[in-house]
């Protein structure tokens, strides 16, 4: 018997998003995905990325920098059970079935702990599996236990909303990138490089350079693209380097203050420049030769001549500064926005910059 997910439009009504970029059309939701999936208009999703709990926490070990280190991530990746796990897979699985338009598709990461189960579900469910992609993981690390084969690949299940989809597949652009030649479904792409995670560390972050291949194999410019397992948040910061619009959801709170950190940092892009202040130290004449004098130390002393902190106020539709103000803290700059021509504006950001000008000493 084929399963299939419900097409009543819920009542329920979407919250308030934790961040919203209207501009470049981001919306990040905190929450649990079937509550909030429940509430998205059906058929108005263009792809979906999901990489679901793997149910890999349970008291495992693995290898990390040379190092043995547990593989607990958390509660929300404990196994309920067999049965109760592929209970989850099919509810999450139908959800993001009702939103997906009648053409669109979705994607899913996992490892054997995992896929075997979403694979099934989405037969049940009547999607349409069109490629089971081999993600291959270079230099991965040792099985401590030597009794199995390295763990080095994860596959990624592409299928499409129905068996009438007609799904949408960049076949040249995949064929030109895979230097003219057809992209095979065994993908060898590294780990997130290093400055992928300079904001902070996610147990099962993805590369960027997966998520944007993803992508452009299967959306265009404009498409509406939903993550319902958001963690670090690299498929918004996909969709956002491609010009996609995108639709993220995460239950947890650590995880989300990730995501906003590095969303942040691609959307705010300031440039200051400094002008240059020219102080007069030696007011007279001094023809006293300087360049020989035995005194001089190899670590200069400095006196601190100013300090000042800054707040800049970047606004929504337009990304650019409206306001700024020198104050001790962003109360006092606040305060001062508030006061000022500007308050009515909208604000997306508030950046803060600290400056310290120092005079050499002992010349």
């Known amino acids: ?141 040792p099985n401590l236990s030597c009794r199995y084969f390295t763990h080095a690949t994860e596959t990624i299940i592409w299928a499409a909303r129905d068996k009438k989809s007609r799904h949408k597949f960049n076949y040249k652009l995949m064929r030109e990138i895979a230097g003219g030649k057809q992209m095979k479904s065994v993908w060898t792409i590294p780990p997130p490089e290093p400055w992928e995670k300079k904001f902070g560390k996610h147990p099962a972050q993805k590369p960027l350079a997966l998520l944007e291949r993803i992508l452009l194999a299967s959306s265009s410019e404009g498409d509406l693209v939903l993550d319902p397992f958001l963690g670090s948040g690299t498929t918004a910061l996909a969709a956002l380097r491609l010009s996609r619009r995108s639709f993220g959801i995460e239950a947890d709170s650590i995880s989300l203050d990730l995501t906003l950190r590095r969303i942040c940092s691609d959307l705010v892009q300031v440039e200051i420049s400094l002008s240059c202040a020219h102080f007069s130290v030696d007011p007279l004449a001094d023809p006293m030769d300087r360049s020989n004098n035995s005194n001089m130390s190899d670590t200069p002393s400095a006196k601190l001549i100013r300090r000042e902190r800054n707040y800049y106020f970047v606004g929504s539709l337009r990304r650019e500064i409206i306001y700024s103000a020198p104050a001790e803290s962003l109360e006092e700059a606040w305060t001062k926005f508030t006061l000022s021509s500007r308050s009515s504006s909208e604000v997306m950001f508030i950046i803060k910059t600290e400056t310290e000008i120092y005079l050499k000493g002992g010349t």
């Open 1 to 141: 018997m084929t399963l299939r997910a419900t097409s009543q439009e819920n009542a329920v009504s979407l919250p308030e998003p934790a961040f919203h970029d209207a501009r470049h059309h981001i919306k990040i939701f905190h929450g649990d995905c079937l509550e909030l999936l429940a509430a998205i208009p059906a058929s108005s999703i263009d792809l979906i990325f999901a990489d679901p709990p793997y149910f890999l926490s349970n008291g495992g070990i693995t290898c990390h920098a040379g190092r043995m280190v547990s593989v607990n991530k958390g509660d929300w990746d404990r196994s309920r059970g067999a049965a109760e796990n592929h209970e989850f897979n099919t509810a999450w699985l139908a959800a993001c079935q009702r939103v997906l338009k009648p053409d669109a598709s979705i994607w899913v990461s996992g490892t054997s702990h995992v896929i075997h189960s979403v694979g099934f579900a989405m037969q049940q469910l009547g999607f349409k599996l069109l490629n089971d992609i081999s993600w291959v993981k270079p230099n991965p690390p």
